[in-house]
Each structure stands twice: as C-alpha cells, then as structure tokens.
C-alpha cells in the first residue's frame, strides 16, 4: 500500500509492509461539502498500483464544490438534482433534496458497498445539505440495505445558525446508537446506528493555529487526513501476522460495531529513551487518556465499555513485549477501568526507535461539546435576539406634518380644470377610458 496520501500526509511504515492490506472492509459516503472531502481524504488511500482501497461516493447540491475534490471519480459524484445552486444552510431543504434524489444514490451505495463490513455516513453538521441528508440515509442504509453503518460527523465552530442546525441533526442522530429496531422477515433485532466519530471543529481550528501539528495544511484538511489516515492505520493493523493479534471481527464486533462513541488515541515511544520496562508499561497504559485531537472531555471513568490497544514494535526489539508484558498491562486497566473490556494485541515492523501504540474506545457517552450544544445554541439564539434588540434599528419615526399653504385661488375654485376644459359628451367618454385603462395596471391593490 501507498505510504502517503495525496503526496502530503504521511502514513506510518507498516502500512508498506508485505501482506499488508486492509482489515475493515469500509464503505464512505460524504454528504455535503465537508463530508465529500473527508470522503476524498479516504478515497487518497491507494495500493501501489494506484487503485483506491475503500469504495467513496460523494452526493453535494452545489457542483461547484466538488471541483476542489482530488480523489473521487467522477461516476462516484452525484449531484442533487434541481438544487444546483445549494441549499442555503437549510436542513429542511437539503433532507427535501436527498429525499428527492434518494433513489439514485441509494442505487450506487448498494451496488458499490454492499459487500462492506460497515458503511460510514461521513457529514459536517452546521450547513444544510450534509446536516438534512444525514439522518434519512443512516436509516436507509440500516433499514433497507442491511449493512452495519456508522456516521464520521464533524461538529462547527459556535455559529448561531450552524450550531443551531447541528444540535437538532444531533438529537435526532445520537439516540440512534440505542436504537434496536426489529428486521420483519426474521424477526432479528438490529442497530440503526453502530457507532459515531465525531471531529470537534472548534477544538481543531485552535489547536491548529496555535500549534499546529502538520505545518502546511490548513486546518480542514488536517483533520480530513488524521480522521481517514487513523482509521485507515487501524484497518491495516488487523491484517498484520503476529504472535497476540487482534484481528478484525473483534475490532467490529466488540468497538466498531457496539452502538457507542469511538475515540482514537495514538502515541509515539522512543524505545532508546524508554529503556526501563515499569515506565514502558506505563507510557503504553496512559495512551488512552492522551491527547486527542478529534474531540475531547470524554468522561472514561463513567462512560468507557471497551478499548482495544494495539503495541507496534520494532522488529528488533519485539522482545520487550511478550505475552506475560500483556496481561500485566491488562490487569492494570482493570484496576483504573474495573468495568471496561479491554482487547490487547501487539505486532511488529521495521523501525529501528519508536513503537506506536494505538487506542480506539468504544464510549456510552458524547464528548463535552456535543453534550454542551443545546446550551450553545440556546446562548447564541439569546445573544442574536439581544443584538437584535439593542441594534439602532432602521426606524426614522413618523412623518413630519407638513402645513399645506394653499393658492386662494385653487381654494376658492373647486374641481379639476381639465374636467372642466374636456367637458363635451365626446371628450368625456375618452378620459373615462383612458382612466379605466390606467388604473388596470395599478400595483397598489383597490380599497
Ligand atoms: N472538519 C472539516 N469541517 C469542514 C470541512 N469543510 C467544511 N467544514 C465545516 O462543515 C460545516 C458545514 O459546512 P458544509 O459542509 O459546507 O455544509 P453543506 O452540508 O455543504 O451544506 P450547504 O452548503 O448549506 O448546502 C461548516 O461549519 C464548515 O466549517 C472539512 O473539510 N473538514
Ligand atoms: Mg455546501
């Protein structure tokens, strides 16, 4: 597999490791302008030869917004039909324009995904396209398609209107991840949605201009490329050989697909640094709690079901950890986390320093900006009205009485003159036509 994607961003060497392929068989549909180009940061992972490892779809209303877009092709494309000219920010429309539109899309998605493992719904809620659209595919696919579905969601930066537009896609979207509904042929239940990835947009944009992490990138397509390059890495780790794997269907059955929030973290360990194994040990527990940059203020006490943690090691050193270093790490997460399932594996490569380890937790809970969005909203609503309110305002007060001084002569003469002048039968049945005439295009209604 390629070792970059799009010529920018670069993935960690194992990905090129002979037998290296992707575990999770991932389907991703971008709705919108900020789903597709997630999406498209997912259609930049390629095998050598160049063919695109996950199958991409992107539906946008507004067609000049797919043109910034390097991956898709082009049959993969689908434009709203009939709202050419986008939808204005409002969910209404944009779930009206998918709505309208559906049958096409929900055509190629079958096609294309039906052999997936888990089809992700990629949206950033805030405008109205990808935030009305949302919640009706994630149901069809569920419903109708019968292949497991996931939403990568981005939430905006405080905005009256955006966030306002998040939170109520929010409410409607987040409880599905309890949601059992029942399939009628067999009577099995089943998941409308197993799991959402949020990306926090406000956490991201201050990070990145404060410190960023990736120099050259602006800060949307720095988190498009961690969120596609983390999972991406993640996929490949479970088709690695190695003595204590975790392979794919436990990373389904047990984070992905198991209703929940899904958290990444990733560490770097300079082994050369790191030599004294008590601190390795601790260096790989804390992972968890570390730095990440989607989203954060995760409650992991309360809200973590499971966590999978995978140790990338240096081929010549994988003998600092072995089976008997694992289950030391596990029952130290079962002290810190007594009620979490925790899957442990461990694989090597060929770098010389630095083992790599790797968290995803399955959570029964939202990150802090997600729970806080109601309260967002309703602030930014308040603030607006108060401005509204306060604002000069465009009202000048009444009109100014203004005392007609009039002719003597026009008072004391009553009547039109030009009445008067016309006054001959013949004259008089013209100028009640030319009346008629005029006042038949008059744009003020009659009293
Ligand atoms: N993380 C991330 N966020 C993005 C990206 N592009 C746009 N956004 C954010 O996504 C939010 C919604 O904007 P869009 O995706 O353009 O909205 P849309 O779904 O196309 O809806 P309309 O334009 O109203 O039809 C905004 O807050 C953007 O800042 C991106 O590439 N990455
Ligand atoms: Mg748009």
């Not at 944009?94 to 096609?111: D, L």
């Not at 794997?245 to 047990?254: W, Y």
């Not at 380890?357 to 602030?379: D, F, I, S």
Request: some cysteine; proline content about 4%.
């Amino acid at each position: 597999m390629q070792q970059n994607i799009d010529q920018v961003w670069p993935l960690e060497g194992f990905v090129q490791q002979k037998n290296a392929d992707s575990g999770l068989k991932m389907g991703f549909v971008g709705l919108g302008q900020g789903g597709s180009k997630i999406t498209d940061a997912f259609a930049g992972i390629k095998r050598i030869n160049g063919e695109q490892v996950y199958p991409c779809i992107i539906v946008n209303s507004n067609k000049g917004d797919m043109n910034d877009l390097k991956n898709i092709p082009a049959r993969f494309r689908l434009p709203l039909i009939g709202y050419e000219t986008g939808v204005g920010k409002d969910p209404d429309i944009g779930r009206k324009a998918f709505e309208e539109n559906g049958s096409t899309i929900f055509e190629v998605i079958g096609e294309e995904m039906k052999d997936c493992n888990i089809i992700f719904v990629v949206n950033s809620m805030g405008g109205g396209t990808g935030t009305g659209a949302v919640n009706i595919l994630v149901d069809a696919i569920a419903d109708f398609l019968h292949v497991p579905v996931a939403v990568i969601t981005t939430l905006p930066r405080p905005n009256q209107v955006e966030s306002l537009n998040a939170y109520n896609a929010m409410v409607e979207l987040a409880p599905k991840l309890n949601e059992i509904r029942t399939n009628e042929e067999d009577d099995n239940g089943y998941r409308v949605l197993q799991s959402l990835v949020i990306l926090d947009n406000e956490k991201i944009v201050k990070e990145h201009s404060e410190a960023p992490e990736v120099k050259n990138l602006t800060w949307d397509l720095y988190s498009n490329y961690k969120v596609a390059s983390i999972l991406h890495e993640w996929s490949v780790l479970t088709s690695l050989e190695s003595a204590f794997t975790l392979d794919a269907a436990d990373l389904l059955n047990h984070i992905i697909l198991a209703g929940g929030v899904i958290t990444f973290a990733k560490k770097k360990i300079n082994l050369e640094e790191v030599t004294n194994n008590e601190d390795l040990i601790n260096e790989i527990i804390s992972t968890y709690k570390g730095r990440n940059v989607l989203a954060n203020g995760f409650d992991y006490e309360k809200d973590m079901r499971s966590l999978a943690l995978v140790v990338v090691l240096p081929r010549d050193r994988k003998d600092r950890i072995n089976q008997d270093t694992l289950e030391v790490i596990r029952t130290r997460m079962k002290v810190e986390l007594p009620n979490v399932d925790v899957y442990l594996g461990s694989v090597t490569y060929g770098s010389k320093t630095n083992a790599i380890v790797y968290t995803m937790a399955n959570m029964g809970g939202l990150p802090e900006r997600a729970r806080n969005l109601r309260t967002e909203a309703e602030t930014l609503k308040k603030l607006s009205e108060e401005r509204e309110k306060a604002a000069s305002g465009f009202d000048m007060g009444g009109k100014i009485e203004k005392k007609q001084i009039l002719n003597t002569r026009a008072r004391l003469t009553s009547g039109n003159p030009f009445d008067q002048v016309a006054a001959t039968s013949e004259n008089d049945s013209q100028l009640s036509s030319n009346r008629n005439r005029v006042i038949k295009n008059n744009p003020f209604p009659k009293r």
